[in-house]
């Protein structure tokens, strides 16, 4: 029972190590060896997270501001719309 478990364990480690070189390369086999997938995979989350954060705040967009400038120009057509404050910098 006890040498069972033992190589369920094992087969599922190399399971574990297979995939990882598989998806990060055997150049980050290393990581797979010192127990520390996890961490690269979190490490990798955020760094995509912070990204998709930076596009977000660099693209050309218009923001909710953009909309409140607009939907102000439409209920005060006598005000001008400014177009610099339509763009997100």
Known sequence: MVRRGR???RNIEKLREERARRNYGEENRWIVEQGE???L??????????REEEE????PLL???SFDA????FLHPNS????K????T
């Open 7 to 9: 190589e369920e364990r």
């Open 37 to 39: 997938l996890a961490k």
């Open 56 to 59: 977000q705040h660099t693209s």
């Open 70 to 73: 607009i939907n102000h120009h």
């Open 63 to 65: 923001t909710i501001t």
């Open 80 to 83: 001008s719309l400014d177009l």
């Open 41 to 50: 995979i979190r490490y990798e989350e955020a760094v995509k997270k912070e």
């Open 85 to 88: 404050s339509l763009t997100h």
